[in-house]
T-cell receptor
Framework: GAVVSQHPSWVICKSGTSVKIECRSL??????MFWYRQFPKQSLMLMAT?????????EQGVEKDKFLINHASLTLSTLTVTSAHPEDSSFYIC?????????????FGEGSRLTVL | AQSVSQHNHHVILSEAASLELGCNYS??????LFWYVQYPGQHLQLLLK??????LVKGIKGFEAEFIKSKFSFNLRKPSVQWSDTAEYFC???????????FGAGTRLTVKP
């Protein structure tokens, strides 16, 4: 089956630093990737949609200058949390759609837990 | 934009009990519907999906869901739950052109052995 891998799975950083999270589709080409944020005991909130080779589309209320998304290749998207603060601590999950089959199903990464001290 | 409502936040059942988790969506056009499961410490996995055709969809691990268009619902069912079904269940919807996927708030299922 289609595999999506995220790295790192968890990261602790100091307030004010930037953190980059990678999302890779391992066995398929992902023309579209999505970044979600999940707070404890809550649902996944869509942050942005990332299309390969173009700018990401951010959901209302998501600061694009704070959450930088790059989708430079068909197998890699990155989320950079710039100048992180404790309120950015959360579980970040990426997902990808197989551009070749386009069944509509999204394949999810394992998630990355960010803790900002 | 579409939205998804899950009515039950936490459901506690004994093994062998029957399960039904409610899901309603709000969207004016044609939609694709999904149920995902998240076991403790694991990533989201697809249980089943509905695109078109038979409104009764069968998924993995004995789960099924029924799409009732008139009620904008896509409830998840399982006739007999097991302890291993303890997990968080999310209903999700995408528009017909498969743009962004929206999730419900999730339902935590606890199955007592």
């Amino acid at each position: 089956g289609a595999v999506v891998s995220q790295h790192p799975s968890w990261v602790i950083c100091k307030s004010g630093t930037s953190v980059k999270i990678e999302c890779r589709s391992l066995d398929f080409q992902a023309t579209t990737m999505f970044w979600y944020r999940q707070f404890p005991k809550q649902s996944l909130m869509l942050m942005a949609t990332s299309n390969e080779g173009s700018k990401a589309t951010y959901e209302q209320g998501v600061e694009k200058d704070k959450f930088l998304i790059n989708h430079a290749s068909l197998t890699l998207s990155t989320l950079t949390v710039t100048s992180a603060h404790p309120e950015d601590s959360s579980f970040y999950i990426c997902s990808a759609r197989n551009g070749e089959t386009n069944t509509g199903e999204l394949f999810f990464g394992e998630g990355s837990r960010l803790t900002v001290l | 934009a579409q939205s998804v409502s899950q009515h039950n936040h936490h459901v506690i059942l004994s093994e062998a009990a029957s399960l039904e988790l409610g899901c309603n969506y709000s969207y004016g056009g044609t939609v694709n519907l999904f149920w995902y499961v998240q076991y403790p410490g694991q990533h989201l996995q697809l249980l089943l999906k509905y695109f078109s055709g038979d409104p009764l969809v069968k998924g993995i691990k004995g789960f099924e869901a029924e799409f009732i268009k008139s009620k904008f619902s896509f409830n998840l069912r399982k006739p007999s739950v097991q302890w291993s079904d303890t997990a968080e269940y999310f209903c999700a919807v995408t528009s017909y052109n498969n743009n962004d996927m929206r999730f419900g708030a999730g339902t935590r299922l606890t199955v007592k052995p």
